[in-house]
């Protein structure tokens, strides 16, 4: 009786134009923030109606309601819309009357049953226990947030005129626009966001982040909040609270690589994990999650690795497939700068637009200048204390640098004149010096102090930060350099951390950047320090350096004792060993062994052992186990068996799955299979629906495949859509296409935008237009620019246009720049060229600047020379053990506790009695071999 009542009197009123249920809108219901349980979902089934029937007005519900005596109940305008917002527990008939009439509005086939679940809901909820705890919203107000503690670097002073405010007035940008519109969506249709600010180091990430949250508390005043946890660690803090974030806050991730990549990327992928499903979960919406990052750590955290089992980021690799990226370019546009003359606009600013080079003003602002002429005017202690953390953080380690680190590292950074002339306070001056702030910018080295309540850090230590800038700065400057030995010392002494709290996995990959420089023996102190700390994968890297070695029966017990203890890599190395050697029934018990212990891949590297033996059977099943388990990649090598054995469709429905998970290449792989079947208007349907869903690679793939017909007008229509995403590639594809027709000023312009995004694939084809053009000074501009930042390679390429035009000199000089840049094919192309002029020691001398720049290939290289000049004992000095800090040849390994898995026990590690090296030493030993076999 009350479905036919209100299924008659609805479609009365729908046709009565003069009073529309939606027609004039009011503003939206929205929902009050709840606890997870009963009363949630019982606010949920009935705003999901609200929202299905498209939000309609609350005074023409009312209206309907009050004209309908079949109803159970009749609430008026203010109490269906605390029902709809799950503003208290309304009565049963007046909740399932809202329900009831809402359902009709949307559309549902069965009003009736609907009913029925709500008032079932309704029960449940009036009937539930009183939950222990009530909703406790995470964070503070935001306009109780400090810019600065939030990580907004405070702007420079100008000479003639002091500020009172910390920060100058915003302009904004052209990705500010865009970055409103996402907030404008988010707020419209509840969903969450997350939103990742790339760029390099003071480009304005955080400060737009801040200006982002501020729109959003003026859309909704005094709602939003803003969570951004850092205590006691910024991982642990958003692994501990972040199940209990939920609607209207800001989740502040500033620098998210700390969150994302920490020493532990397990904890690192639960923290993805959890965010993932923070953002999914319509209940707790809506949620803007807010993150920064620097371009490197986004290029490493959305690559998929090459190697197997070295996907340690696949959670956070499909977290960030759901973020928005936005790009900050490092230099304001023509005419952003425009805008930044005449009265209104900060006297930061202006100032700021005059003296900064290229339009890198926020660089400026922050205080760059200051920065780099404090560190290239620092007195020699000052420096060395900077040179250790620049050191220390692009070796790997965390962003709190200990006080006792800097200590015991920095005499090694001295000169013997320099040390013996500092005084006892040496440490207090020099950390004196590093501390002052630059023009109102944060200082080079700035002291971490712990807030209230915060456990002390290192062992109750001091720890320091080094500043972004700076940190960038000799990322580059010193990429060649290769530290003291006092660094490495310094990483594996006990006193660094008092309270024994040092990471075992920061140690383990210290060790790993020693080991690719080939100091095995530093390698090999940190690695045994992890291992002394508990890392059993600390073994497996230990007998990494003996396989290399030569030693492999010694390699293969330190496997078994890391196996034995715990480690997933050990048991990945041996079975990589068995299936070398053919023994490939053990390797798939290894490989299965690794599973079982939470490695993944180890599933589809077995899966390949028996696919490549035929058994497509065993495949699929391993296979079907990774895409249980949520494997990267795991969707795609099932859709390969299935297309092996012949079943098309289920193919195509694995392949979909993985398409709608992100997963790379599926949905490539549906459109190459559609376009094989020269099927092209399948194969655009497949775009146009992943399009409508929001996913920017199907833009990509929709404009491939349109240019691939020879329809460019679409081609560029499509690629500027995937541009729109902040797809670097779409813009370097549009710039080709505008070369491609004479366009030179516009495929110039485009270049510079995916330069300007972070892509260093535009470099050399934009050189490339400058040298089709005739404009040399123009090609030689933009590749010492691109070195600059960070794309060496293009030196190397113009050395080779030095070189085709006869100027051999010009060319040395550029490779030698591109090596002082971290070149390291210009350092084996140096290398060559002095082994043809007959110079061995210069090549060798090159091949040292490659190793220490961490291209272990220069090692085997460099072995080769010392082979074909004959001196084969250097060479297998050289495989065998290494070098020492100073990049002399190292004469035996000390692997401490576990010298007896050496022949000989000393750490020498020969064989025969006519070892030359060894009859040098007191104790020769008569089990050693010659150096030169």
């Known amino acids: 009786m009350l479905a036919g009542s209100v299924r008659a009197s609805w479609s009365a009123m729908s046709a009565d134009e003069s009073r529309p249920l939606s027609g004039r809108r009011a503003r939206p219901v929205e929902k009050k923030p709840l606890p997870a349980g009963l009363a949630r979902d019982l606010r949920d089934a009935v705003y999901r109606l609200y929202a299905e029937a498209d939000r309609p007005q609350l005074a023409e519900l009312a209206r309907k309601i009050a004209e309908d005596n079949d109803l159970p109940g009749s609430p008026g305008k203010d109490l269906i819309g605390k029902i709809i917002s799950g503003d208290g527990l309304a009565g049963q008939q007046d909740t399932v009357t809202v329900a009831t009439v809402l359902a009709w509005a949307a559309g549902c086939r069965d009003v009736a049953h609907v009913a029925e679940q709500v008032r079932q809901l309704w029960i449940a909820a009036a009937t539930a226990e009183p939950s222990a705890t009530t909703y406790d919203r995470l964070g503070w107000p935001i306009g109780e947030c400090d810019p600065l503690v939030l990580g907004v670097h405070p702007a420079i002073q100008v000479p003639w005129e002091v500020t009172a405010d910390v920060l100058p007035r915003y302009m904004p940008r052209a990705h500010d626009g865009r970055l409103r519109e996402l907030v404008d969506g988010m707020l419209a249709d509840g969903r969450s966001r997350l939103v990742t600010l790339v ?5 304005g990430k955080t400060r737009t982040g801040w200006e982002l949250a501020q729109y959003l508390k003026n859309q909704r005043p005094g709602r939003w909040r803003l969570w951004h946890p850092f205590d006691p660690t910024r991982p642990q803090a958003a692994l501990a609270n972040l199940a209990n974030a939920g609607p209207e806050t800001i989740v502040w991730l500033n620098e998210a690589q700390d969150y994302l990549m920490p020493p532990d990327t397990a904890l690192g992928e639960r923290i993805a994990a959890g965010l993932r499903t923070l953002l999914t979960e319509p209940s707790r919406g809506p949620v803007l999650v807010l993150s920064t990052m620097w371009t490197d750590y986004w290029n490493t955290l959305t690559s998929r690795p090459s190697e197997p089992g070295a996907d340690v980021y696949g959670q956070v690799r499909e977290l960030l497939a759901l973020s928005v990226k936005v790009d900050l370019g490092d230099t304001f546009t023509p005419a952003e700068l425009a805008g930044l003359v005449g009265p209104g606009v900060d006297v930061r600013l ?8 290229s339009g890198r003003i926020t660089q400026y602002l922050a205080g760059a200048p200051a920065l780099e002429d404090r560190y290239r005017t620092a007195p020699p202690a000052a420096r060395a204390i900077l040179q250790v953390a620049i050191d220390a953080r692009r070796l790997g380690y965390p962003v709190a640098l200990p006080h006792a680190l800097l200590e015991q590292a920095a005499p090694g950074y001295l000169t013997d004149h320099d040390w013996d002339a500092c005084g006892d306070d040496w440490l207090e001056q020099a950390l004196a010096y590093t501390a002052q702030p630059c023009k109102g910018a944060r200082s080079p080295l700035t002291r971490i102090r712990p807030r209230h309540g915060e456990p002390p850090s290192a062992g109750g230590q001091p720890c320091y930060r080094l500043a972004d800038y700076l940190e960038q700065l000799g990322r580059t400057e ?13 990483f ?38 992890a291992a002394d700390l508990g890392d059993a994968d600390a073994l497996t890297s230990i007998a990494g350096v003996l396989e290399g070695a030569g030693e492999t029966v010694g390699a293969e017990r330190l496997y078994q004792l890391a196996l034995d203890g715990g480690s997933v890599s050990a048991a990945v190395a041996l079975a990589q060993r068995c299936e070398r050697a053919g023994n490939l029934d053990d390797a798939m018990v290894l490989y299965q062994r690794a599973a079982t212990r939470g490695d993944g891949a180890s599933l589809l590297r077995a899966a390949d052992l028996c696919r490549n033996a035929g058994d497509l059977t065993g495949a699929e099943a391993l296979c079907r186990q990774a895409v249980d388990r949520r494997v990267s990649g795991g969707l795609l090598a099932l859709a390969g068996i299935r297309d092996r054995l012949g079943d098309d469709a289920a193919c195509e429905a694995l392949l979909e799955q993985g398409a709608d998970a992100g997963e790379t290449f599926a949905l490539q792989f549906l459109v190459h299979r559609r376009v094989m079947r020269e099927d092209l208007a399948g194969a655009e349907s497949l775009c146009r629906t992943y399009t409508a869903r929001g996913s920017s690679e199907a833009w990509m793939v929709w404009a491939g495949l349109r240019e691939r017909c020879d329809d460019f007008m679409g081609a560029e229509a499509y690629y500027r859509q995937a541009a729109i995403y902040g797809m670097p590639d779409a813009v370097i594809a549009l710039a080709r296409m505008h070369a491609e027709i004479g366009d030179v000023d516009g495929a110039t312009n485009l270049y510079r935008q995916a330069v300007d995004l972070g892509s260093g694939k535009a470099w050399r084809p934009l050189a490339r237009l400058m040298l089709d053009a005739g404009d040399m000074a123009g090609v030689e501009e933009v590749c010492r620019e691109a070195a600059h930042r960070g794309q060496p390679h293009l030196l190397f390429w113009l050395a080779g246009l030095r070189e085709g035009s006869g100027d051999d000199v010009g060319a040395d000089e550029l490779r030698l720049l591109a090596a002082d840049h971290g070149d390291m094919d210009a350092l084996h192309e140096l290398a060559e060229v002095r082994v043809e002029a007959g110079d061995p020691a210069g090549a060798m001398a090159m091949y040292l600047r490659a190793v220490d720049l961490g291209d272990r290939g220069a090692g085997f290289a460099w072995a080769r020379l010392l082979t074909a000049i004959g001196d084969g004992r250097s060479a297998q000095q050289l495989t065998r053990f290494g070098l020492t800090g100073d990049g002399r040849f190292a004469t035996g390994l000390d692997l401490g506790p576990f010298n007896d898995l050496l022949p000989n026990g000393t750490g020498c590690g020969l064989r025969r009695t006519d070892c030359r090296l060894c009859s040098e030493m007191s104790d020769r030993d008569p089990g050693c071999r010659p150096l030169d076999q």
């Open 199 to 203: 760029g390099g180091s003071s480009t």
């Open 350 to 357: 202006r100032y700021a637009a005059k003296q900064a080079e």
């Open 478 to 490: 010193r990429a060649s350099v290769y530290p003291p030995d006092s660094l490495w010392q310094a």
């Open 492 to 529: 594996s002494t006990t006193d660094i951390d008092p309270a024994a709290t040092v990471d075992p996995v920061v140690l383990r990959r210290l060790g790993n950047q020693a080991g690719s420089r080939l100091r095995l023996q530093e390698a090999i102190r940190l690695y045994l320090k």
